[in-house]
């Protein structure tokens, strides 16, 4: 917002008002909160949680405690920032003792919690994608928009970070 509208939201008594200068597009794109009364559904809407690992964990540790839904698991560091994806078969055909580090694939395809939920829906539907990656500005995960939500069924809410 513009500084003569920070000014104005303190006039009008609101205590802790900040100049975001980075601007909307990147506001909605991090995923933060917003107020609208109507209007397209958006991909933050409607996330699910992704299956994840961090770097150094071993294939046998994952193996063990991913449920047999998932088709892909998100790599990511502790602060939750996405590096890779290893696809459930790759998974199958690692050594126990490799890290998923070692096996991941790089550059996984994300998307915005911004972006509309139809057209990203039809996206999907022309290249027979069941699940896409859906991060923050800065590469934070925010979860998974997947083939479920895509067809319009209910899901919750994207936490805030």
Do not use: C
């Not at 909307?24 to 109507?38: E, F, I, M, Q």
């Not at 809407?45 to 964990?57: G, I, K, P, R, V």
């Not at 991913?66 to 920032?81: E, M, P, Q, R, Y």
């Not at 996984?108 to 991060?135: D, Q, W």
Request: hydrophobic share 40%.
């Amino acid at each position: 917002m513009s500084q003569r509208a920070a000014w104005q939201l303190e006039r009008l008594g609101f205590l802790h008002v900040h100049d975001f200068v980075l601007g909307k597009v990147h506001w909605l794109a991090s995923g933060r909160p917003t107020v609208r009364a109507d209007g397209p559904a958006r991909v933050g809407e409607q996330l699910t949680d992704a299956a994840t690992a961090l770097l150094d964990d071993t294939v046998s540790d994952v193996a063990s405690r991913l449920d047999g839904l998932k088709d892909s698991i998100v790599v990511i560091d502790a602060n939750a920032i996405v590096y890779g994806q290893v696809r459930r078969k790759d998974l199958d055909a690692a050594q126990g003792s490799e890290l998923m580090a070692d096996i991941m694939g790089l550059g996984p395809t994300t998307i915005r919690p911004n972006e509309e939920s139809a057209a990203v829906r039809g996206r999907m539907a022309r290249r027979s994608v069941k699940a896409l990656i859906v991060s923050n500005t800065t590469g934070q995960l925010l979860g998974e928009f997947g083939a479920t939500e895509a067809l319009g069924r209910p899901s919750r809410p994207p936490s805030e970070t």
